[in-house]
């Protein structure tokens, strides 16, 4: 639905409401206005009611009495002609299906079968677990010693900060090499 469409179905719903909101109002007041009418009429009868008898006539009409006591129950009436009987109705519909049946008793056990045949090699296993470790072998051969500068530069003694330290030194420094 377009943006355009939307629009105008909700302004037509928006005076659609307004409309039904304007009724309501109107007949509230108009409810209103008749008990206001209903009530300045009663008071212009009850007047009018004294103003005659006032004069010396009796009025049509009186003022609003009491209500009176509730009067007695009447007797019950006596009993109308049966009716003729009514034509057979239509058959009804079929219920639904009933619920399954129990389980019936286990028949005894049959005789023993002949054995089957030698199945087929199954699947390969899982992997086992890590076996203990083994002794340890003997000593190997003692190997050089190992460089602790790299190529062209040598093992020296320095002082950095208040420390003496060993540090290697490119050999052109000092003339070797």
């Given amino acids: 639905m377009e943006r355009s469409d939307r629009l105008r ?10 409309a039904i909101i304007a009724a309501l ?16 009429a009663n008071k212009a009868r009850d007047a009018l009611v004294e103003q005659v008898q006032g004069l010396g006539a009796k009025p049509v009409v009186g003022a609003t009495g009491k209500t009176g006591a509730r009067g007695e129950p009447g007797k019950d009436g006596i009993n109308g002609v049966n009716g003729t009987d009514g034509s057979n109705g239509k ?38 677990d890590k076996g203990d470790t083994g002794a340890d072998g003997p000593q190997g051969p003692a190997g050089k010693d190992g460089q602790t500068c790299p190529n062209g530069y040598s093992l020296g003694s320095a002082i950095v900060g208040t420390h003496n330290a060993m540090v290697c030194i490119q050999d052109q420094a000092f003339g070797k090499g």
């Fill in 9 to 18: 179905l909700a302004v037509f719903y928006w005076f659609g409401f307004a």
């Fill in 91 to 128: 058959d009804g519909t079929n219920g639904s299906s009933g619920k399954d049946g129990s389980n019936g008793k286990d028949g005894a056990d049959g005789a023993a079968g002949k054995d089957g045949k030698d199945g087929a090699d199954g699947a390969k296993g899982d992997k086992g």
């Fill in 25 to 40: 109002a109107f007949v509230f007041l108009t409810i209103a206005g008749l008990q206001d009418d209903l009530r300045d």
